[in-house]
């Protein structure tokens, strides 16, 4: 089957147990039309027993054909679908933005590989937006962070840097022609210093 790549995050309940569903024959022969490995639960590990109902499932083709046809198999209870991504290359990304530390190859090549371009095509974030960061000090007059912090809380941990690079990463202002991209681009840093004992 040819068709876009895609990777669908369901909310299921089977039927039968995880040990069926692995040895079942239509799913075997629907997983390899689809190009696909199988439903992987999404939270494994997790306490709670409605997040152990989630799944992801890649493949490619059409998904929703793809979730119809599971359905139809009489195997589960009920699907939903969470989330659908589809797994294509970025149709019209960002251009790239003028702060001059992206011109360095570590800053510039991290926002290649975890493909922030094509990220900020679909959204820049939102001053309304704020990223929680729980480090070691923040230097709340550095330029390229002055006007993204929506507020820095906690006592001063002098002499660590560490919260100051977070929130560069994650926060700093992005395409001002200034120091680091952060790559949340329009979103904002709530910073809660946390005691550093070493």
């Known amino acids: 089957m040819s068709g876009l790549e895609f990777s669908i995050q369901l909310k ?8 069926t569903l692995k040895t079942n024959q239509k799913l075997t022969v629907m997983m390899k039309t689809y190009k696909s ?31 119809t046809e599971l359905a ?8 939903e679908e969470d989330k659908l991504i589809a797994l294509t290359s970025c149709p019209s990304p960002e251009p790239p933005v003028n702060d001059p530390k992206n011109f360095d190859w570590t800053c510039g090549y991290v926002l290649e590989i975890i493909n922030a371009y094509c990220a900020w095509s679909i959204s820049k974030g939102s001053p309304d937006i704020y990223i929680g960061i729980a480090d070691t000090d923040f230097e709340a007059t550095h330029d390229d962070l002055k006007n993204k912090y929506a507020y820095i809380m906690g006592n001063v941990s002098f002499g660590h840097e560490h919260g100051t690079r977070m929130a560069g990463i994650l926060g700093a202002e992005t395409n001002n022609n200034l120091g680091v991209a952060g790559v949340g681009y329009k979103s904002k840093n709530a910073a809660h210093r946390i005691i550093h004992f070493l």
Not at 12 to 19: E, G, I, P, Q, V
Not at 37 to 63: H, I, V
């Open 12 to 19: 299921l309940k089977s039927n039968t147990k995880d040990a």
């Open 37 to 67: 490995n199988g439903l992987r639960q999404s939270y494994p590990n997790a306490k709670n027993t409605e997040l152990l109902s989630y799944y992801e499932l890649q493949g490619n083709g059409n998904a929703k054909n793809m979730i």
């Open 72 to 79: 139809e198999t009489g195997l589960f209870e009920f699907i």
